[in-house]
């Protein structure tokens, strides 16, 4: 039977361009649906920009700009850089958009009116100086857990998440003067609640989640989890839809996540699916993906599970999948805009192919640990694999049938080992890739190709030709059989290299399964995949 797949990559804040740590984050969502699209599954991937909260105000404010300036800017930005680079979201979308406002209010009052928001009314930080009460990222102080430099939501050192209330030394992060504290009314949102479904939930998914994952939503819940505020004193944001809150804005961090259920409901409904079923926590067919780096586990695997739980009247299936990247570093050093040490998507793709790149990226994903990003790395890949492995294997196979047979490969039999290889290789690469083990999955394609080109080295078709020509055509028709199916396993990791070979023989469309040619073929064309590169 056929699987409904949610796929829901996280929403980049729309303050600044995207680098290659957003990169290693965020591609497995693209390799993870192109997979099941390619095996038939029904599948919804969305993300956006995240337009709204204080980076993007923060960033206007330097620029002399409207956060809508900057947001739009920005999201055109990512879109344009997400296309470059092949992702195949069915939406990208902001929250800027009117139909997510809609949405979300509608969630918000959903949650208000199931009693899962209340009002408290508390001392705020406000500056004197500027005449305002502040936003947590318009704050800087020292975290109580490690003493490190902290935003009021969150320490840079030990990555804990804060409440502002809980920030030593306290200062305006505008203008350097020390906050004062003042009453304000909000609503907050009574995360505690929901403590034991969010500790099922991580008992029940452990073997989906990755490790990262589970060690740090288990450390958010033996901490303790607190009440959180659900309203913000903001212009730049939506509208909170009680009465009484005119002036307040709905928190990023409820308006971001709903995200995945504005964007995945607004493509369902486009596709005349009911997304209630689609996403329904009942739905045994149904697997939801949450695609994004280290930073944002909590919010994926604590917040938002709370707030589907919240919205008792769409039963939506909690996170079966969660997907968490660790840190890219540059060259050794963790990446700093501050630092100028950060190199952006768009750069990179100035240097190189766009798939090197991603074959680099997954080859090497930070699905463990924190890894290190170096040109030198990158380029030493391409031309070991790309170029050594898989370019050698189809150029020379094509090449030699060009040269000796005027390009027409003559069907022969297929070899039964090599068979009974590419349908241990779909099954083994295809399980990889559901459990979200992109590392693993593209070496196990890799070592197909390998084993290709291990059997034309063995089998020696430049002597066959001569001597046996029947036994010439066996071997040329596996290798031939070989590119036809490497071509439907590369295509979640190289979509544009998978192309190519299907143009360069005129192959079936992609499915992840075996594909077996008939007849003999003509060779459209023999065009090298990947150029070696020369490092100056």
Same mark, same amino acid.
């Given at each position: 039977?056929?699987?409904?797949?949610?796929?829901? /990559?996280?929403?980049?804040?729309?303050? =600044?361009?995207?680098?290659?740590?957003?990169?290693?984050?965020?591609?497995?969502?693209?390799?993870?649906?192109?997979?099941?699209?390619?095996?038939?599954?029904?599948?919804?991937?969305?993300?956006?920009?995240?337009?709204?909260?204080?980076?993007?105000?923060?960033?206007?404010?330097?620029? /002399?700009?409207?956060?809508?300036?900057?947001?739009?800017?920005?999201?055109?930005?990512?879109?344009?850089?997400?296309?470059?680079?092949?992702?195949?979201?069915?939406?990208?979308?902001?929250?800027?958009?009117?139909?997510?406002?809609?949405?979300?209010?509608?969630?918000?009052?959903?949650?208000?009116?199931?009693?899962?928001?209340?009002? &408290?009314?508390?001392?705020?930080?406000?500056?004197?100086?500027?005449?305002?009460?502040?936003?947590?990222?318009?704050?800087?102080?020292?975290?109580?857990?490690?003493?490190?430099?902290?935003? /009021?939501?969150?320490?840079? !050192?030990?990555?804990?998440?804060?409440?502002?209330?809980?920030?030593?030394?306290?200062?305006?992060?505008?203008?350097?003067?020390?906050?004062?504290?003042?009453?304000?009314?909000?609503?907050?949102?009574?995360?505690?609640?929901?403590?034991?479904?969010?500790?099922?939930?991580?008992?029940?998914?452990?073997?989906?989640?990755?490790?990262?994952?589970?060690?740090?939503?288990?450390?958010?819940?033996?901490?303790?989890?607190?009440?959180?505020?659900?309203?913000?004193?903001?212009?730049?944001?939506?509208?909170?839809?009680?009465?009484? =809150?005119?002036?307040?804005?709905?928190? !990023?961090?409820?308006?971001? !996540?709903?995200?995945?259920?504005?964007?995945?409901?607004?493509?369902?409904?486009?596709? /005349?699916?009911?997304?209630?079923?689609?996403?329904?926590?009942?739905?045994?067919?149904?697997?939801?993906? =949450?695609?994004?780096?280290?930073?944002?586990?909590?919010?994926?695997?604590?917040?938002?599970?709370?707030?589907?739980?919240?919205?008792?009247?769409?039963?939506?299936?909690?996170?079966?999948?969660?997907?968490?990247?660790?840190?890219?570093?540059?060259?050794?050093?963790?990446?700093?805009?501050?630092?100028?040490?950060?190199?952006?998507?768009?750069?990179?793709?100035?240097?190189?192919?766009?798939?090197?790149?991603?074959?680099?990226?997954?080859?090497?994903?930070?699905?463990?640990?924190?890894?290190?990003?170096? *040109?030198?790395?990158?380029?030493?890949?391409?031309?070991?694999?790309? !170029?050594?492995?898989?370019?050698?294997?189809?150029?020379?196979?094509?090449?030699? *049938?060009?040269?000796?047979?005027?390009?027409?490969?003559?069907?022969?039999?297929?070899?039964?080992?090599?068979?009974?290889?590419?349908?241990?290789?779909?099954?083994?690469?295809?399980?990889?890739?559901?459990?979200?083990?992109?590392?693993?999955?593209?070496?196990?394609?890799?070592?197909?190709?390998?084993?290709?080109?291990?059997?034309?080295?063995?089998?020696?078709?430049?002597?066959?030709?001569?001597?046996?020509?029947? &036994?010439?055509?066996?071997?040329?028709?596996?290798?031939?059989?070989?590119?036809?199916?490497?071509?439907?396993?590369?295509?979640?990791?190289?979509?544009?290299?998978?192309?190519?070979?299907?143009?360069?023989?005129?192959?079936?469309?992609?499915?992840?399964?075996?594909?077996?040619?008939?007849?003999?073929?003509?060779? &459209?064309?023999?065009?090298?995949?990947?150029?070696?590169?020369?490092?100056?």
């Amino acid at each position: 039977m056929k699987k409904n797949i949610f796929i829901g /990559g996280a929403w980049p804040y729309g303050n =600044y361009n995207l680098h290659i740590g957003h990169l290693a984050a965020l591609l497995p969502g693209d390799v993870i649906a192109r997979y099941y699209r390619a095996n038939g599954d029904r599948v919804i991937y969305v993300s956006g920009t995240d337009s709204h909260g204080t980076p993007i105000t923060e960033r206007a404010k330097k620029e /002399g700009k409207t956060p809508k300036e900057i947001a739009e800017y920005y999201h055109n930005q990512d879109v344009n850089t997400f296309n470059n680079y092949k992702f195949s979201y069915d939406l990208y979308t902001s929250t800027m958009t009117e139909d997510h406002e809609k949405k979300v209010q509608k969630y918000f009052k959903e949650l208000y009116d199931n009693g899962y928001l209340y009002e &408290k009314e508390e001392q705020e930080d406000y500056c004197e100086h500027c005449k305002e009460f502040l936003s947590d990222r318009e704050i800087v102080g020292e975290c109580p857990h490690c003493g490190g430099e902290s935003t /009021g939501d969150q320490c840079e !050192v030990c990555l804990s998440s804060l409440n502002s209330s809980e920030v030593l030394n306290k200062h305006c992060k505008t203008c350097g003067n020390p906050t004062t504290l003042k009453m304000n009314k909000h609503l907050y949102f009574k995360l505690p609640e929901f403590t034991d479904e969010i500790q099922k939930l991580l008992d029940d998914n452990k073997d989906n989640w990755r490790k990262n994952a589970v060690g740090e939503t288990q450390k958010f819940i033996d901490m303790g989890l607190i009440d959180r505020t659900a309203t913000r004193q903001l212009e730049w944001g939506i509208p909170v839809p009680i009465e009484g =809150y005119e002036d307040k804005r709905i928190y !990023v961090w409820i308006e971001a !996540v709903c995200g995945y259920l504005t964007a995945g409901s607004k493509v369902a409904e486009e596709r /005349g699916i009911d997304f209630d079923e689609f996403l329904g926590r009942d739905n045994p067919n149904t697997r939801s993906y =949450y695609v994004h780096g280290k930073d944002n586990i909590p919010f994926h695997t604590v917040i938002y599970p709370a707030l589907l739980c919240g919205l008792t009247s769409h039963n939506f299936q909690l996170p079966t999948h969660i997907i968490s990247s660790n840190y890219v570093n540059l060259n050794d050093e963790k990446m700093s805009k501050s630092k100028g040490n950060l190199l952006t998507g768009d750069e990179l793709l100035d240097m190189y192919n766009v798939d090197t790149i991603r074959y680099f990226i997954i080859a090497n994903s930070p699905e463990q640990k924190d890894i290190n990003f170096t *040109i030198d790395d990158l380029e030493q890949t391409h031309n070991k694999f790309l !170029v050594g492995v898989l370019g050698n294997f189809i150029n020379r196979n094509l090449s030699f *049938i060009n040269k000796k047979n005027d390009g027409l490969i003559i069907e022969g039999k297929i070899d039964d080992n090599i068979k009974e290889l590419t349908k241990k290789t779909y099954k083994e690469a295809g399980e990889q890739l559901e459990k979200g083990e992109l590392r693993g999955a593209i070496s196990t394609v890799m070592d197909y190709v390998i084993s290709g080109n291990k059997y034309y080295d063995e089998n020696t078709p430049w002597v066959l030709v001569k001597e046996d020509i029947d &036994k010439f055509n066996d071997v040329t028709y596996t290798c031939t059989y070989m590119i036809a199916n490497i071509k439907n396993l590369l295509s979640p990791f190289l979509p544009d290299t998978s192309e190519k070979i299907k143009n360069m023989l005129d192959l079936d469309e992609i499915k992840w399964e075996e594909e077996t040619p008939s007849g003999d073929i003509k060779i &459209k064309s023999v065009d090298l995949l990947f150029q070696r590169i020369e490092h100056k």
